[in-house]
């Protein structure tokens, strides 16, 4: 048996007779056996000294795409659960319009908006109603500003990070962002159910 480095191949000349690569390097049949078994366990061979060995391949660095885009997966699964589908955060912008013109309004109780008045239920009254879909609003503003705040300051961090070749301290922080994402949206709309 041979093994040719450049052609990352091995040659039985059983088989291919004396059209052997001019860098094969003869091998015993054990040693064959020996660097299939490596490479089915995702290692390389590589010639050192003459002769072919195992190693294991270099650790994947992430790039700063594959870093920052789990981030941003990070916030789009945390808005997703929020707001739930788009047409989910469209009837809650539409409820946080009304229940604030009906605060503004000052509670008239005979103009009570729809999407309030669905929400005057289990002894609510339309003034709490109202107030609650805005308190609910409010939280849900603040968690979509705590979500682009962080995802943006931590993705600029972590390109700088990258340029200086700190590529565990940007994974560190990204792992981190992920986590203050999460934590931003814990109990607010959708994700308190």
Same mark, same amino acid.
């Given at each position: %048996? ?14 291919? =007779?004396?059209? #052997?690569?001019? &860098? ?10 020996? #660097? +299939?078994?490596? #490479? ?10 003459? #002769?072919?060995? +195992?190693? &294991? ?14 981030? &941003? ?10 707001? =739930? ?14 229940? @604030? ?8 109780? &005979? ?15 339309? @003034?709490q109603a109202a107030d609650s879909i805005l308190a609910e609003a409010a939280a849900y503003t603040e968690a979509l500003y705590v979500i682009r705040e962080t995802r943006l300051a931590a993705k600029e961090q972590i390109r700088t990070l %990258?340029?200086?070749? /700190?590529? /565990? @301290?940007? @994974?560190? +922080? ?12 814990? =109990?607010? =709309?959708?994700?308190?159910?």
């Open positions: %048996m041979f093994y040719s480095e450049k052609a990352g191949a091995f040659y039985d000349p059983a088989i291919h =007779g004396e059209a #052997l690569p001019a &860098d094969a390097i003869e091998i015993t049949r054990q040693r064959h056996g020996e #660097l +299939l078994g490596g #490479l089915a366990r995702g290692q390389r061979v590589v010639v050192q000294a003459g #002769l072919p060995i +195992l190693i &294991d391949p270099p650790a994947h660095v992430p790039t700063v795409e594959e870093v920052c885009t789990r981030i &941003d997966t990070a916030a789009d699964t945390a808005r997703a659960r929020v707001a =739930g589908d788009p047409l989910r955060a469209v009837e809650y912008d539409r409820a946080r319009i009304e229940a @604030q013109a009906f605060a503004d309004a000052g509670y008239p109780a &005979d103009a009570v908006p729809r999407t309030v008045a669905a929400w005057a239920i289990n002894g609510r009254t339309a @003034q %990258m340029a200086a070749g /700190e590529v /565990e @301290q940007a @994974q560190q +922080l990204a792992e981190q962002t992920i986590a203050a994402i999460e934590a931003a949206v814990a =109990g607010v =709309g959708n994700a308190a159910a």
